[in-house]
């Protein structure tokens, strides 16, 4: 599963996941060290009552993500 922010979003919709669109693959996508992963072409869709919930926690990646780039 993935899911992807609108980018005309407001601040406080990154932590409704309501606000987010969503996809899903039938398939596994199997991601390998150094490996490439092919070209997937996906439609997002609006939550439905019916999907998967996907838990994310964005203030957490965000803080790990401008961690590693103060180290650089």
Known sequence: ???AIPW???ERDFLLHHASLR???HKP???NP???VEHQMVMLH???QDD???LVSLPLLMN???KRVGQQ
Do not use: C, D, H, Q
């Open 29 to 31: 996508l199997i991601v």
């Open 8 to 10: 005309e979003s407001k």
């Open 34 to 36: 150094n490996g490439r």
């Open 1 to 3: 599963m993935a899911t």
């Open 23 to 25: 996809t899903r693959s």
């Open 64 to 66: 790990n993500f401008l």
């Open 46 to 48: 609006e939550p439905r």
């Open 52 to 54: 998967t919930p996907i």
